[in-house]
């Protein structure tokens, strides 16, 4: 929305960023208080070019272990649910319990899991990933199934699932219900920019905000400000406001410092004793049409016992690359992704790059797989 000169910027929350955690803030916290007045400030705009200041601004010194920003990151209603988004997961208990292999970092505390439990419904319905149920012991078409025939659970679990949405791409999805909330006001192309100073209490007041196109500044002030600019952008404003930490005796040690990720990798083979037709290798199907995916986790008290740090194991493709694996519908997503216009139509270029790693390797073979394969090979990944 374009702003008046005299309009009264008063809010009783202002939300910065407009993500899926920004927008569910935003919309559960004004559906919940249609008195008070909700702000969302976006420095995305609708009309945008492809460049951003922002983004702009980054280099990355690493090319080969982290992709450009304008291929990981989005600016605009929606945020990056624009380019990532489908997988879906439950904390696991095991992460709120303090023990020695945290070394006294574990910040949650297990009363916070009781608590973000209570909300599993809501948020499964706003990522659309079906049922708010990741335990398949507690659903009743799976629970007495196994990963595999003569599969047994012991310190190993196969029933812990990811869920995985439509995936939803939160602008498109919400805009028109963050419209028809006459208590929510959306402002998009403005950067979040000087916090007041907090009050003896720790209370900010204000915030300077700039038009984008512009370059014109506005001053906000809300009774509470909420930073959901994701991991990157809200770290960048946090260490242009550090006068927001000056009640601390110091600034937090991590802030600026860390990067937030996941280790991952193909660690090894697992060779399965039963009829492989009886193997999920892939994805089951709700009754609902969401899909799942079992994981091989470890059980809480074995975790406790031998101080080791929580891990997710799932079956994984093989290397999409190599036409070693024989698979004609593998073979042709691989030409796919590598073909120059269409590959940047059918996945964004971090997806794209985690299919392809970024080589072009005999493709002789992956032909050959495709004509072996040959109807089965265009079928499947159509379908």
């Known amino acids: ?47 945008q070019s492809g460049d951003n200041g922002l983004d702009n601004s980054i280099q990355v010194n690493n090319l080969v272990n982290h992709h450009p920003p ?40 297990i009363s916070l899991f009781n608590e973000v439990n209570e909300y599993l419904s809501a948020a499964a319905d706003y990522f659309e990933c079906g049922k708010p149920v990741f335990n398949l012991k507690n659903h009743p078409e799976f629970k007495h199934t196994r990963i595999a025939e003569n599969f047994v659970e012991g310190v190993v679990t196969d029933s812990i699932v990811e869920r995985w949405s439509m995936p939803t791409r939160f602008g498109n999805r919400y805009s028109d219900d963050i419209e028809k909330l006459k208590n929510i006001t959306l402002l998009e192309g403005f950067e979040a920019k000087d916090f007041s100073l907090p009050d003896e209490t720790g209370k900010v007041k204000s915030l300077s905000i700039t038009e ?7 001053e906000i002030s809300a009774a509470q400000f909420v930073l959901a600019a994701g991991a990157q952008e809200s770290t960048r404003i946090l260490l242009k406001n550090l006068q927001l930490f000056s ?26 004793t039963g009829d492989p037709k009886k193997t999920d290798y892939g994805f089951l199907r709700d009754e609902d049409g969401s899909y ?5 986790q470890f059980d809480t008290t074995f975790l406790k016992d031998q101080n080791l740090l929580n891990t997710a194991i799932w079956l994984d493709n093989p290397l999409y690359h190599d036409p070693k694996h024989k698979s004609g519908a593998m073979s042709f997503m691989y030409l796919a992704m590598i073909t120059p216009i269409l590959g940047k139509k059918l ?8 299919i392809t790693k970024g080589k072009v390797t005999s493709l002789s073979g992956h032909f050959l797989n495709i004509l072996k394969g040959f109807p089965g090979s265009l079928i499947t990944p159509a379908s």
Not at 85 to 102: A, K, L, N, T, W
Not at 253 to 271: C, E, F, M, N, P
Request: some cysteine.
């Open 70 to 109: 304008y291929e990981c990151t989005n600016k605009g209603l929606g945020g990056t649910s624009a380019t990532w988004g489908g997988r879906c997961v439950m904390y696991d208990e095991i992460d709120f319990i303090e023990r020695p292999v945290v070394n006294g970092d574990c910040t949650w505390g």
């Open 212 to 218: 984008v196109a512009n370059g014109e500044s506005r």
């Open 292 to 296: 799942l995916r079992r994981r091989f």
């Open 347 to 354: 996945a964004p270029p971090a997806i794209a790059h985690s």
């Open 247 to 272: 009640n601390l005796n110091e600034l937090p040690l991590a802030l600026g410092k860390y990067y937030q990720g996941h280790l991952s990798g193909k660690i090894a083979s697992v060779r399965f």
């Open 1 to 47: 929305m374009n702003l008046e000169n005299n309009a009264q910027l008063i809010f009783d929350l202002c939300v910065i960023g407009s993500g899926p955690a920004g927008i569910i803030l935003a919309l559960e916290f004004a559906r919940n208080n249609p008195e008070k007045k909700v702000l969302i400030v976006e420095y995305g705009a609708r009309n």
